[in-house]
């Protein structure tokens, strides 16, 4: 189950396509704000076109075949709160994954214990928190996507 929408910024034919309703309403309001945090003020365009971009590198960092999705697999994922945050939950969504949240004040043995526990076979991560996520990614085999990489 893909995730985005026929006419909707970054919707289009590939596996993030149109089944979230959410995706959907939040194309319909376009040039509106849909979020304001500490990086800026970001319209559901921007919204829709980072989540898309991201959950484009999701899928290719799970070597996807075209047209499939991560099938409910667990994406545990961890950012600050903000723009990063909410584009790295719509993301796995749209990607047709399972978010699964970290908290920013785990010490590395709860984030392992967390994401061992959720069975997460990737981590998406903002870049602040790589260097504290991929000793952990490494040593359970889970592949590490950072959003920053996505969205260049």
Known sequence: MGVGAAGVAGGGGDAVTADLA???RAGR????????????????HDLLDASHRVASSLLAATGAADGADLAEARVAYLGPPGWH???????????????VPLAVSHPPPE???????AQAGTILT?????????????ARGA??????DALR
Request: hydrophobic share 45%; proline share 5%.
């Open 22 to 24: 959410l995706v959907a």
């Open 111 to 117: 984030l392992d214990y967390a994401v061992v526990d």
């Open 29 to 44: 309001h376009g040039p509106r704000t849909a979020i304001v945090a500490r990086e800026g003020t970001f319209s559901y």
């Open 126 to 138: 903002h870049p602040e928190f790589r260097e504290r996520l991929e000793p952990i990614a490494r």
């Open 85 to 99: 945050y909410v584009v790295s939950q719509w993301a796995i969504w749209r990607a047709g994954g399972i978010a």
């Open 143 to 148: 592949r590490l996507v950072v959003t920053s």
